[in-house]
């Protein structure tokens, strides 16, 4: 198809298109005449794509491209899969490392040793479970770090079922998608299950609330 | 203590400081003199949540004046509260009303009623798990909406344990910026536990990956 069927097709217009082939985040078209290209259903799942981890992923372009060269990177091991994935979405501030240990590193440290869970000190989450420790402790509310080992069990249920729907996938590469995009868009459905959950629980804990509906 | 004080005491630059108290952020202090005011403990505290709600939950600060407009008004019902909460951080795109129906928001009523949940249409979770679930869909990624099951569970523990630390508050001045701190860096708390459980569990489904360490 021609770069305006692709546009059509995607719902992208033709000047982002031209964007993405310029920035490499999409593969040139097969050439067929001066200015001429011809893309295929490759091209177009591409942009779709790249529309979700900028639409719904919240990513900026640069992480984009960091994600799509770890897709198209041949036969990841599976435990950098994650990582990459991981990382790509980690240059949020939250994810940051840490200048120093706080008391936060300590308690994400020793939490997981009482979990009993396999994680390396690398691992994003840690930074980012101790900055929020941190902050919980600064902003006058340690009550929330009790918290822990039930959002614990919930992330434990979470990762199991992002595993199986990985190495339900055939190939490295298909596994390596899924993985990123299970990622990103996974903090997004996750976080919307939580505020529907939180109503549900709150109506049934609190009933009395329910006949201001 | 004097403003300078403050931003000693907080580590946040007076120039931000008097940002904050012209965009009415931050409650004037007790004017000494001309030029001069007089900042408390509950200053402090106030300049540490608004702090940890732009570089924590990374709100922009007109969320932020909503945020603790909320926290601000007395007696506000518990799940009204959890709804201001929840509208606060939910001017994302993500959780944004979608002009019509679509395959994904028949798709989050259906699994509502088969969890017995009760959620009302207003929920920003709904939207934002529809439109998750047609990302999913639109990349080519469908085998990823069987994840649902595995991740509402986990939603279930973790909003068991939101409401839990939320009932063990005093007053609902306290319920409420308990709900609101922890809606917005649970999040992110969620997101980090959810890393390191992933990477617990791939080293135990795939151990052969552990040498690469």
Known sequence: MKISELSAASGVPVATLKFYLREQLLPAGRATKVNQADYDESHLRRVQLIRA?????????ATVREVLTAIDTPDLPLTWVFG?????VSDAS?????EEETAGTEAVHAAIERLGWHVSPGNPGVQ???????SYERIGHPELAQIWDGYAAGAELIARADLATVAARDDVQDMAETV???TVLGDALIASLRRMAQEHISNQQFPANRSAE
């Open 53 to 61: 981890l900028v639409d719904v992923g919240s990513l900026p372009v």
């Open 94 to 98: 939250l994810y940051a490392p840490m």
């Open 128 to 134: 980012g479970a101790a900055r929020v420790l941190d």
């Open 84 to 88: 990459v994935a991981q990382l790509a």
């Open 180 to 182: 990123v995009v299970g």
